[in-house]
Each structure stands twice: as C-alpha cells, then as structure tokens.
C-alpha cells in the first residue's frame, strides 16, 4: 500500500482510499475519493504542501492529509 | 464567533428582494468566474480576483433590462453541497430557505468535470436552472471544447457558452434566466443535501469534452515551478514585492509635489475669498490653516502612492499570484501554528487591515481566524506605507546614500521584518492564548489569468483608492481643525503641553514628545501621523514627501529616531475603522482590545531596545 505522500514528482496514480482525517471532506469535494486519478506536479519551497493535478485543477495538499490518501501507482505522466 | 458569523448571513438574507419579484441564485464552484457573470448580468461592480474564496458573503443585484424584477443573487463559490465550509453552508442555507424561481449554476468550460458535481447535485434539487458554461476563451486558448448540446441533453437543462470577462454570450445567458424564471413550476427548495455525484460528472464530462492538448500546459508548470521552486520560490516573491514598492515610491515623489503646490495654491485662493466675506477671522484661519491645511496635505502625500499601490496590487491579484503566496508561506505559518491562507490575508493587510481582517472569515478553522484577525494589523497598511516610505528613505541618507533602490530595499527590509513579527506573534498565540494544532490545509492553485488593464484601473482607483482616501479625507479634516484649536496661544497652546508632558515618554522611545503625539492623534486614522508630525514641528500645512524628509532632518532626526518611529509606525494600533471590523469579527470587546496590545507593545519594545543600544 502506498501513501501520496510518498509519490514522486510528475507521479501518476489513482486514489483507492481516503483515510479519516480533517481534511477528508474537502478533499473529497475537490474531487480527491476513490478511483480518481492524481498527478504530483511541485512543491512549495519547504517541500511541503505539494501541488498535485485534480480533475485538471492544482490542488495544494498538507503532506500530513496526503499520508491520510492510500493510493496506486500507475505510468509515469507523459509532459507535454 | 461562529455565532456571529450566522447571524450577519441571516441580516443580509432579509435583505433580499420582496413580493413581486424573481429571484434567481447563482451557484458553482469557486474561482469560475461567478461574480464577473454576476457583475455582468447585474452591471454591478463586485470586486472579483483570482483566488478561490474571495466571495464570502452573498451579494443582490437585479438582471439589466429586467426592470428590477428578477433579483439575481451571487452566492459564494462552493465544491459540493455536501460539505460544511462557511461558503457551502450559505449555499445550502439559500437553497433549503426556498423560493428562488430558477438558478444559475456556472461552470468552468476549461475544466468542466470538476465544475459538474455541484452542478449535478444543484439540478438534482431543482429542474429549474440554466447551465452557464463560463471562461469559454479561456478553454479555447488551451485546446478544450465542449460539445454544449451534447451536455445540455445529458444534463436536461440549457446550457449557455459565456466568456463574462470579455461579455461573449451574455444577451443569450440573460435571456435564458427570463425565460426560465417566467416559467412556471415549484420554486426552487432543498430539504436534503445531495449525494456527492463524482461518478456520473465524470461520465458525462468525457462524452461532452474533447481536448488539443493536455489540461496542465508546460508554460504553466514551468511558471509555477519557478515561484515556489525552493531556491526561487521565496526570492521572487520578495522580488516582485521589492519592485512593487520601488514603482510605488519612485512614481509617487513627483506627482505629490505636484499636487502639494497645486493644493497650496488653492488654499491661497479660498483663503484670500472667504477673507472678503464677513466672517470672524479666527473661523477662516481655523477653516483654512486647520482644517483645510491638514485635509490636503494628507491627500498629496497619500493620493500618488495609492493610485500607484493598488492597481499595481489588483494586477497581480488578477493574475493569480496570490494563492501562490499563500502555497509558498504555507510552512512557515503552519510551523507557527496557522496555515498558509493567513499569508493571503496578510497580503490584503497591505492594502487595509480591516478588510485583512474581514478576509480571515477564509481560513477554515476558528482557531486560526482569530489569530489571523489578532494579527493582520502587524502588516502595515496603505495608510502607514507612505509614512514609511519616508523614514525609509530617510534612513537611506543617514546611512549615507540618497538612492531610491537603497530606499526601497529599506522599506522591503521594514515589511519582512513586519511578516516575521506576524509569524512569532501568531507562535505567541498559537502556544498560549489560543492553543492547538494547525488544522488542514487544502488549497487550489488556479491558472495564472491574463489581468484586464482597464478594468483593474476602473476597480483599484475607484474601489479601493478613493475608498482610503474618502475615509482618511473625512477624519483629517475635524482632525486638523481639533488640533488648530489646541495649537492657540503660542508656547502656552494645550497641544505644546501635551508635546512636553509626553516628551521624556518620547525619549525613552527614542523619538520625542511631538513625535509620541502624532502617533497617538494618528489613531482615528493613521494615514495621518506624518502630516500631523510635520504640523505639529513647523505649524505649517503644506509638504510633498520630499519637504518631509527635508523637516524631519531640520528637527535632529538621525538614525536612531527615524527607527525608533519606524517602529512605532510599523507595529501601530489598528485605526478606528479596523478596531471596528476587529469587534465585529471576534464577536468580543476583549479581542479588540488583544488587537491593539499586541502591536503597541511590540512596537514599544523595539523601539525601546534600539534607543538603548543606538
């Protein structure tokens, strides 16, 4: 089981669950829940938060919340 | 807190539209563009930016041409009906209230499957809506159509292709609200929140939506990766702020002594006429030498910087910089407690604190709103930034240089040194009164927006500018007239007392009397401090920042002066106006007055250890 948290940059994978945690609902508003796709795109200067794209929106998310994201990887994201 | 927050959402809902007309709710999610559909439809001029949570209230207006019958109300942008932000819970609070004939639900053409969740749950509760497919340019620019008859037949409603910015499609879209708010049917009432509906948003978003090219273009990604790289993230935001404050102040010397002479001119004029009239000649010079006198010299010495300042700001609040800002100070302000949206508020404090604290309503956690709102005065508002460019410059030509980058690179030193006092002050709090753990934090980053440079004069001169201005204008005047009345009687005058009383006070800070008293008599606005300090040295009205300077160093201000009174001007109590909103906002007498300890102390702190050491 990975965490999104552990994903790499330009990382592809699908989220197969959201643990518990504060930010669990806006999370899911903003369309992270199971069987979506995200895509870790950069981080702030300190490294965290990370931006990942969502839905084809930048979302910035904790590294605490994005431990919380149980996901899979799947192929690298191919830059345009 | 919370409380209050209810209860100012219950006033403004009272205030909607009556018997007899149409209302009509506008709903979708944040930052597509619903207040520039809003000010479009309605002609209303609601301040819209580019960053997600700039609505927090809901505004009413009525559709052009509609003869104020259908009252079009912009509700806040939401991601769901389902979860419990302030904003969703306006949202749900309007639609379960019942009785709006149709609504209006904005999408993102550029990204419509995140826009369709709230879509879908909206039409899930009322049939009666039309779909307003917005950024319509802004999806064609990046490769992405939507095929609109496709969607209008999957969604069962009509959907209207706009770009509100530049006004594409909105004669069809107001057209489409008469029709469906005229027709008949129940009117549009909630009873439960919906089910989130992901699933069947991404269903139909892949059988409308075909794209060029891929959703995150490569210009972007770089752009991005550069202002929150970890070597050029930081310094380009302190770059970009340095500049902006170099702009302002260069630009703004010239102008101010034009309009000093112009207004010293005039008070000339107005003297010598009302000198012909029969009125009393201590009322004319009280109008003229007091009143008049102090008006004027706050308006040259604020009026260029601002216009300057503020459309400088709006631009790049426009161009989406500011979400940035608060990605890249998320860290820092969370190692202290809070979380990276107080940076934002902290960046509206820049312009005015009160409404920095009124954007705190932001911040998801209550904990943290109250910090943020204790603390936004730390940031010195455009009020105190003139009064600062002056000690800044000041402080060059006693360090030995006259230049205006030094200057500048000054003042950019004065305001870090303002955001590391928010950061330790927010610790204080975050360890002692208000303890607890930073909440969470999840932030949408949105697409870098090319600025419209009319629109953003139009909206920084007259919304913010003259707003400033109209409000220092109205407190400098009884001011000035107050302080010519104390000023009678020569070296007896009550105000040459208060000056002495307040001196060797003064001398501990390392300023003096004159000095403590311009910032005390700068309270109910403080825009007014320098003008007052000068009046109070020379007893004459009229000066431009550079005539400023000139009086400042006649008085024996060397270094140790102007960053004493740098100190005190920067960590200042909050004016009138911010205590106020502060009040409002905390719900609680005790908060205001935690806002006004707060900076005062720290102010008098530094100054008190830089008078000892210097």
């Known amino acids: 089981m990975d965490r999104l948290s552990e994903l790499e940059k330009y990382g592809v994978c699908r989220v197969e669950k959201v643990l ?4 669990k609902e806006r999370l899911e508003a903003l369309g992270v829940f199971p069987g979506a796709e995200l895509v870790k795109l950069f981080t702030a200067p300190c490294g965290d938060p990370a931006a990942y794209l969502v839905k084809g929106a930048a979302v910035a998310i904790r590294r605490d919340d994005a431990a919380r994201i149980i996901i899979k990887r799947s192929a690298e994201w191919e830059r345009k | 807190m919370g409380k209050e927050m209810k209860k100012a959402g219950a006033a403004k809902r009272k205030k909607r539209p009556e018997a007899g007309e149409s209302r009509v709710l506008l709903i979708g999610n944040p930052n597509v ?13 609601r301040h819209t930016g580019n960053w997600t949570g700039k609505t927090v209230d809901s505004a009413v207006g009525y559709l052009k041409g509609s003869g104020r019958r259908i009252a079009l109300c912009d509700l806040p942008g939401c991601y769901g009906l389902e979860a419990t932000s302030p904003e969703e819970n306006e949202v749900r609070a309007a639609l379960a209230e019942g ?3 149709c609504a209006v639900i904005v999408c993102d053409a550029s990204c419509l499957e995140r826009s369709l969740n709230t879509a879908l749950q909206t039409l899930s ?4 809506a039309v779909v307003c497919l917005n950024l319509a340019d802004e999806a064609a620019k990046h490769g992405v159509f939507v095929d609109t008859e496709k969607l209008s037949e999957l969604l069962g409603a009509e959907v209207v292709l706009t770009s509100a910015a530049s006004g594409k499609g909105m004669k069809a879209l107001a057209a489409a609200i008469v029709r469906e708010a005229s027709r008949g049917g129940d009117p549009v009432k909630m009873t439960d929140p919906p089910k989130p509906m992901w699933g069947e948003a991404a269903r139909i978003a892949s059988q409308c939506v075909t794209r060029d090219t891929d959703a995150f273009s490569a210009r972007r990604l770089k752009l991005d990766r550069f202002l929150t790289g970890r070597l050029t993230g930081l310094f380009a935001l302190a770059a970009l702020l340095a500049l902006v404050f170099y702009i302002t102040m260069r630009g703004a010397e010239y102008p101010s002594r034009l309009i000093s002479l112009g207004l010293s001119r005039l008070l000339q004029t107005v003297t010598r006429l009302l000198e012909k009239t029969p009125l009393p000649r201590d009322l004319i010079s009280a109008l003229c030498e007091g009143g008049l006198g102090t008006l004027f010299t706050v308006v040259a010495v604020m009026l260029p910087p601002m216009a300057i300042f503020f459309p400088l700001f709006t631009f790049l609040e426009d161009l989406g910089l500011l979400p940035r800002i608060a990605f890249d100070m998320d860290a820092p302000f969370r190692a202290c407690g809070s979380c990276g949206k107080q940076a934002l508020t902290c960046c509206m404090g820049f312009g005015c604190n009160a409404a920095g604290a009124i954007g705190c309503r932001m911040i998801d956690s209550p904990r943290e709103r109250l910090i943020g ?17 002056v000690l800044a410059s000041l402080a060059a030509a006693c360090a030995g240089s006259g230049g205006g980058a030094v200057s500048a690179l000054i003042l950019t030193g004065f305001l870090v040194l303002a955001v590391l006092m928010t950061l330790a002050v927010t610790k204080l709090l975050s360890v002692t009164l208000l303890r607890g753990k930073p ?10 927006r090319r600025p419209k440079i009319g629109q953003i004069l139009v909206r920084s001169l007259i919304d913010r500018t003259l707003f400033v201005l109209s409000r220092a204008a109205a407190v400098a005047f009884p001011a000035g007239l107050v302080l010519w009345l104390l000023s009678r009687g020569g070296a007896e005058a009550p105000i040459c007392r208060v000056t002495a009383f307040l001196d060797p006070a003064g001398r501990l800070l390392g300023v003096d009397g004159a000095s403590l008293t311009a910032l005390i008599t700068g309270l109910p606005a403080n825009e007014l401090i320098m003008p007052m300090l000068v009046k109070l040295y020379t007893g004459a009205a009229d000066a431009d920042m550079a005539a400023m300077r000139a009086v400042l160093t006649a008085n024996g201000w060397g270094l140790k002066t102007t960053l004493c009174m740098t100190w005190l001007m920067l960590f200042h109590s909050p004016c009138a106006a911010t205590l106020l909103t502060v009040r409002r906002e905390t719900g609680s007498f005790g908060w205001m007055l935690l806002s006004v300890l707060l900076p005062a102390s720290a102010g008098v702190l530094l100054a008190v250890l830089t008078a000892a050491v210097l």
């Open chain 1, 20 to 23: 518990p945690c504060p930010a």
């Open chain 2, 99 to 101: 009785g709006a004939s």
């Open chain 2, 125 to 128: 509760v009322t049939r009666r």
């Open chain 2, 373 to 389: 709102v204790l603390t936004n005065s730390f940031i010195p508002c455009n009020g105190r930034l003139p009064s600062l460019a």
């Open chain 2, 33 to 45: 563009g619903k207040s520039t559909v809003f000010n479009a439809l309605t002609g209303a001029a």
């Open chain 2, 439 to 448: 909440s969470s934090f999840v932030l949408e980053l949105p697409p870098f």
